[in-house]
């Protein structure tokens, strides 16, 4: 099956920018490939919110929360995709989850896989 590995995550002040890592491997070498791809963000005692989703054709969707400070896009890796968060506010504070939506070569439709999360810490 398919990996997501996180990187890229840690303190950050007020207004700073941090740049998330998300990597795909599968552990057997097989053939994929990736159909959609989202970042989201989960603090707790609050619901988990999606911030980016990136989607073949180079589609991309940001909530009002963070539109115009937060970017997704496919790295130099074909299986590679970045989020990069710019005029960070505390209130980012949250594990951040990678997630994708994979073809799997030989199977039919698309199956699910997640990263394990990386901390995001905005203070001073």
């Known amino acids: 099956q398919v990996q997501l590995v996180e990187s890229g995550g840690g303190l950050v002040q007020p207004g700073g920018s941090l740049r998330l890592s998300c990597a795909a491997s599968?552990?057997?070498?097989?053939?994929?490939?990736?159909?959609?791809i989202d970042w989201s963000r989960q603090t707790p005692g609050k619901q988990r919110e999606l911030v980016a989703t990136w989607a073949t054709g180079g589609t991309t969707n940001y909530p009002d929360s963070v539109k115009g400070r937060f970017t997704i896009s496919r790295g130099a890796a074909a299986n590679s995709v970045y989020l990069e968060m710019n005029s960070l506010k505390p209130e980012g504070t949250a594990v951040y989850y990678c997630?994708?939506?994979?073809?799997?070569?030989?199977?039919?439709?698309?199956?699910?896989?997640w990263g394990q999360g990386t901390q995001v810490t905005v203070s001073s």
């Open positions: 997630h994708a939506k994979v073809a799997l070569y030989g199977d039919y439709g698309l199956r699910d896989f």
């Open positions: 599968s552990s057997s070498g097989s053939r994929f490939s990736i159909n959609t």
